[in-house]
C-alpha cells in the first residue's frame, strides 16, 4: 500500500473511530480529537478537568476501541515507584525474578498525576522519553506503542504536587475538560441511567497504530511551516529578540525544544485526519494551544492580573 492509499485509509479509520467512541461518550470532541493525535504521533496527553466528566472512561473507551492493553494506575500519596515499574522478588530456586508492574502495557491512565511524591512521578519520565524502564540495573523495553494519558484535578490543590516542569514537558498536549453543553448532558443522564449496555467494536490493532505512527512521520513538511513553528515558539521565551511585550511582562519562562518538535508532529497527524498530505500553517495553529499552555510559565504579575495562558497564545498567534 502507498503513502497516499494508507494516508486515505486513515481519514476513514478517525471517523469510524470518532463514530464508536461517540456511542459512549457524549460531546467532548477537541478532547477526543487531541488524545487521538497524540496517539498517532506516539505523543502523551495531559487531562485537565473537574470530577465527573468521564476522563477515566474517556481513556478506557479509546483504549477498547483501538484495541490497546489498558492499565489504570491511581496515583496516591503512598505510591512507590515499584508500585508502578514492577519489583524483584526471590523465587523458590532462590533466584531474582522480576515482576512487572502495570507500567508494561499499551496505554497507562496515570489518574490524579498530581496526588503522589515527585519520587513517584519521576518513575514514569523514563517509560514516556524512552519507552524503557529501568530496575536494578536491568532494561526492559516497554510494548509498543506505549502511552501515557494522566488526569488532573484543577480545584483540590491540597495535599498534591505539582508535577515539575522536565514531566510536564514530556506530555505532548494539556487536553483541557470542559463541562458539557445542556444538550449533551441530558444525553449523558438519559444513556446512563438505563439498563441498557453498548458493545465497542475493537476497530485497529497495535500493529496499525504503528504503522500510522510511522506514516505520519514520513508526511512532508515545507520549511516555512516548520520556521512558522520555531518561531512561535520562540516568541513565547522572555528577554529573546523574537519575544513580544506581553511575554516579558507576563512569562518567567518560555517553551523548549521539544514544544517545536510537537507542534510540527501535531500539524502532521492534524493534517492527515483532514485529507492533507502535508501540513500547513493552519495545521500549526490547529494544535497550538494544547502544546504551549504548559509549557510556558506565568510570573505573579500575569496571575495577579488574571492573563491566562490562553490570552498570551492568541495574542502570538
Not at 478532547?31 to 478537568?49: K, N, P, Q, R, V
Amino acid at each position: 500500500m502507498s503513502d497516499v492509499e494508507a494516508l486515505n485509509k486513515l481519514v476513514t479509520s478517525f471517523k469510524t473511530l470518532k463514530t464508536e467512541i461517540a456511542k459512549i461518550i457524549v460531546g467532548q470532541e477537541q478532547a477526543i480529537d487531541h488524545i487521538l493525535l497524540s496517539i498517532l504521533s506516539g505523543g502523551h496527553s495531559l487531562l485537565i478537568g473537574v470530577p465527573g466528566l468521564a476522563k477515566t472512561l474517556m481513556v478506557h473507551t479509546i483504549s477498547e476501541v483501538l484495541g490497546l492493553q489498558f492499565k489504570r494506575i491511581q496515583f496516591t500519596p503512598d505510591l512507590m515507584p515499584s508500585d508502578i515499574l514492577g519489583s524483584e522478588i526471590l523465587d523458590e530456586t532462590n533466584q531474582f525474578k522480576f515482576i512487572k508492574g502495570p507500567i508494561f502495557s499499551n496505554i497507562i491512565l496515570a489518574d490524579e498525576i498530581n496526588r503522589t511524591p515527585p519520587k513517584t512521578q519521576s518513575a514514569l519520565l523514563e517509560a514516556m522519553q524512552e519507552r524503557t524502564v529501568t530496575v536494578a540495573g536491568h532494561h526492559y523495553k516497554l510494548a509498543k506503542p506505549f502511552f501515557v494519558l494522566a488526569t488532573q484535578n484543577p480545584i483540590e490543590q491540597e495535599g498534591t504536587y505539582p508535577l515539575p516542569e522536565a514531566q510536564l514537558d514530556r506530555f505532548m498536549f494539556s487536553i483541557q475538560l470542559n463541562y458539557p453543553s445542556f444538550n449533551e448532558e441530558v444525553l449523558v443522564v438519559k444513556n446512563t441511567t438505563n439498563d441498557e449496555k453498548q458493545e465497542l467494536k475493537s476497530l485497529l490493532s497495535a500493529a496499525e497504530i504503528n504503522n500510522y505512527q510511522h506514516l505520519i512521520r514520513r508526511i512532508p513538511v515545507t520549511d516555512n511551516v516548520i520556521e512558522y513553528a520555531v518561531t512561535l515558539v520562540s516568541k513565547t521565551r522572555p528577554n529573546t529578540p523574537q519575544a513580544t511585550k506581553l511575554v516579558n511582562d507576563f512569562i518567567d519562562w518560555g517553551a523548549g525544544p521539544r514544544a517545536s518538535q510537537n507542534l510540527i508532529l501535531g500539524a502532521k497527524a492534524h493534517a492527515a485526519i483532514h485529507g492533507k498530505y502535508a501540513p500547513d500553517i493552519e495545521d500549526v495553529q490547529a494544535v497550538a494551544y494544547a502544546i504551549l499552555r504548559h509549557r510556558i510559565v506565568r510570573n505573579y504579575k500575569a496571575e495577579a492580573e488574571n492573563i491566562t495562558e490562553e490570552e498570551i497564545i492568541k495574542s502570538l498567534l
